[in-house]
C-alpha cells in the first residue's frame, strides 16, 4: 500500500485526500489549524448560485468517508527526501514516511491594516469581506452600533494589483464576491444604498456577467470605477471616502455607515519556510512554481511533491476542484507506475 | 650653494613649462566663465565675500578641506592620510622650492621650472653639503609624498583597510592622469638620487644615490641619468594637461567652491556657474557609494552621487535625469561627501527641467470656485494642526494627535481635517517648482488668516517646507516638538512603560531638518529607548521618500527591509519614528510594530 501526506486540509486537500484514499491509497491529510476546510469553510454562501459553503465542506467530508487520517491542529516541522521516500516531521514530533507529497497549503487572506489609509483596525466600521461573510453567517449585518447599515460601500483590490503592498497579481474572486456580497446587502435591506469602487471588473467566469447585470438591474447597486485614495471617520463614526469617479472625472466624497475591504489573496506565509525543506520554490508573486506552467501545472521541481488549489495562484472554486483532482490523478499515476 | 650651470635652462624642463602654462591659461579661461554665468546678485556676494574679513574664514577652510583633507580624517585615519600626503605634502614641496630659490638664486625666481628642478640647475657647496636645512626638509616631505603614494596603490587592492567597502573605477582619463600622477613622486625621488652625487641631497635621496653609486658612477656620465628629469618633466606636464579632462579637476575648483559656498551663493538655476563648479569639485573618491542605499541594497550605482555628477560633466542628460529621478534625496551622500557637494540641489535643477516642459497652470483652480472650499477663517486658537496628506493615509497618527491636544487643553484647530491643498514640497522635489510656488502661496495665504502663533504638522516633508520655504507669521513645530514641549510644561503627562523602543530618524527631519533630541526625549519618557548604530546622522532612507518617482516600488521594499532589519537587530518592540511615510514604508515588511511616536504617547496618556 502506497501512502501520501497532503499539507492542508482546505477543499483542494479534502477533494485530492478523498480521491486517493478511493484508490486505495494510505493518505494522511495534514491541516495547522484545528478544523478542516480552509478558507471556505468560513464562508458563508457561495457564488455564483449562492450554495451555502457548508454544504459544499459537508459533500467533501462525506466523499471522504473517514478513509484518510485527519492529522488536524499540527505543522510539518522537518521534511526529508530518503530512497524514494519522504520522512515527515510534523509538530508533537509525529513522524511519518510517505511516497509523495501532495501541496495544498493555500493562501492567506490579505492583511487589511496593511492599508492603513483604509481605516482598517481604526475606524470601527470598516471591515474586510471575509468578516462580512461571517456577520452573514451570524445573520447579524449591522454597524458597531448594532444600526443595519444605511449605506455601504465596497472597495475592490484592496492588496491585490497594488504594486505599492508589492502584489501585482489580480486575486480573481474578489469582484464577483463584491457583486455577490453587494446583493446580499440589499436583500437583507432593500433601502440600503450600496457602492462598488472599482477599478475595472474582472467577470471573467460562467454567470458572473449575470450577477453584475442582475446586481444592477434588480438591486440598483451604485458602480464607481475610481480607486478610494483615503478613508476618514466622522464624529458619527461613519466613514467618510475620498475617491474620483474617472468616467465622470471628478472628485468624490461619499460618507457611509459601512465600509467592506475586498481583500485579496496572498502567497501562504507558512509556506514559505516549508518550501526549502520540500525542494520546490515561490515565483515573483509569492506562489509557488511549477514545473511548467502549460503542461506540468500540478509538478513540482522536486519529484514525487505536487500541488493542487490555490498554493499555485489564485483560482476560484470550481477551478480549485478540477486542480485537486487532476492533481489527484496524476498522484495516482505516479504511485502506480 | 651655488648654480651648477651657465645655463638656466634644459630642454628637459619643456613639457613641465607647456604644461603650467596650459593649466594657468584653462584656469584662467574657466574662472571667467564661470563668473560670467553668475548671475548678478551672485556675482556681488562674491565680490563682496572677497573685499571682506569673511575671506580668511574661506582661506582657512581651503587649508584644512583642500590640503589637509580634514573630513576625510574624520571618516578613517588612513584614508585621511593618504588624502593629505598627496595634497599637504605636494603644496609643501612646491613652497619649501620656492622658497630655496628665493634664498639661493633669487634672479631664477622669474623661471618657472627652477623650483621644481632645483637640484639639476643648483648644487650645494661644500660647506653645506650633507644636510643642507632645505635639502632636510625636502626630503623628508618627499619622504611624506611617497608614504602617501605607497597607500594609494595599497588601496587600489585592499580598500576595506581604508573604510571602504566600494570605490571608483578609473576610466581612460583618470588612468593617465593617475599613471602621471603616481609617476611624478618617484621619478623626482630617482631622479634626485642619482643627482645627489653631483648636487647634493639629504637621508633620502643621498642614501640612496650612494647605493646607485656603489652599482656605478654617474657623476662621470651624467648624460646616461638624463632622461630621468625627462621623464619627470613629462610626467608634470601630462599631469596638467589631464587636469580639466580628469578627477582632479577638483584640485583646481574646489577651492573657488569653498569661495563661492561661503559667499551665500547657491545653486538655484541650472548652468548657474555655481553648479559648474560644483560638478567640478566631486573628486570621485567614492566616498559617497557605501552610504547610498540606492548602491549598497537596490544595486542602482548609476543613480549614485558620484556617478550623477559625472553624467553632468559628460553632457549626458538622459542618464542624469534618470539618476535624479531615482533618487530619494535622503542627503546620506551630502553628509558624507568631504568637499560639501550638495547633490539634491543639482538634481532638483535637473528634475525641473524635464519637468517643466510637460506641465502648465495645474493649481489654476485654487483661486477659483473649486478652491472655495479651501477657506480659512480667522479665529482665536493659538495652535493650528496641519496633519499633512501624508498623514491622512496613516490615520492612526492624525488620531493619536487629535487625542493628545485634546488632552493638552489647548485650544487647537484641525485645519486639514476636510481636506487641504499640498504642501508643495512633493511637487518641488518632483521638480515642478512652479506649481510648488502656486501651492505655497495659497497655503500662506490660509495659514497667515487664522492668526495663530503655532503651527503644529505630523509630517516631516512639510515641516522642513513650512519652516523653510514659507513665509509664516507663527512658529512652525513638528509634532514630536510639540510634544516634547507638551511634557516638560506639564501639559500632558504619560505613564512610562518597559517598551523597548527603537527610534527611526526620517531623514527630512533628521538630516533635512536638524531635529533629533525632542523626539527621543518624547520616547524617553514613554519607553526604553535603545540606541541603534543608525542614530541621528546616519540615519537610513526607509525607502519610500516622495523624491524618487522612477524609483520601482520593488526595490523600494527592498530598501525597506534592508533597514528594518538593521534597526531591529536588538529586537526592540516598537519600531518608533516620526513620519508617515518611513511609518508606511516599515509596517509593509511586517517585521516589527511599527508606530508613530505620537501613537505611543497618545496610549500611554495618564
Redesign the interface.
Known sequence: MKSIAIIGAGIAGLSAASDLSKKGHKVYLIEKNVEIGGHVAQWDRLFPSQKEAKIVVDELVKNLNNRAEVLANSEVQHCEKKDNKFELILTGNKNLLVDTILVTTGFDTF?A??K??Y?YG??ENVITSADLEQLFKKHNVVCKTGNPPKRVAFVHCVGSRD????NRHCSKVCCVTAVKQACEIKELYPDCEVYNLYMDLRMFDRHFEDMYHEAQSKYHVNFIRGRLS????NKDHQVVL?TEDTLAGKPLKLTVDLLVLMIGMEACHSQKSLNAKLGVRSDTDGFLSTKDIFTQNNFSNTDGVFFAGTCTGPKTIPETFADARAAASLVNAYLMS | MQERLANSFDPFVLPYTIGLVFILTYLFIALIRVVKALPNDDKLKLLKHIFSLKIFKSGWEIFMECLLHRKIWKKNWTLGYMHTAFAFGWFLLIILGHLEVQIYAPHRLNLPWYPIFFRYFMMETQSTMQGAFFFFMMDLTLLYVLSGLGLAIFKRFRRKAFGMKRTTKLRWNDQIAVLALWSIFPLRFLAESFYSEISGGSFLTAGVGSIFHWFYDFTANEIYVRPIWWAYSIALGVFFIMLPWSRFTHILSEPLFIIMRNAGIREEHRNSGYGKVEIYSCSRCGICLDPCQLVSVASLRDSAAINYTRHLRLWKSEKAHQAASTCLMCNRCTQACPVGVDTAALKLNTKHELVNLHTTDQYNYLNTNAGADLQSVPSSVDVIYFAGCMTHLTPATKLAMTKILEASGEQFRFIDEEGSICCGRPVLLAGARKSANELMEKNTELFNQTHAKTLVTSCPICYKFFKENYDLNMRVLHHSQYIQELLKEGEIKVNPTAAKIVFHDPCELGRNSGVYDEPREVLKSVGQLQSTAYDGEESLCCGHSLAAEALPYRKRRVMSEDAVEKLTTNNPDILATACPACKKAFSETNKVEVKDLAEIVAENLV
Not at chain 1, 483615503?230 to 471617520?233: D, K, M, P
Open positions: 492583511r491594516q496593511r492603513e489609509e481605516g481604526i475606524y504594486e505599492k503592498v508589492g483615503e478613508a476618514g471617520e475620498k
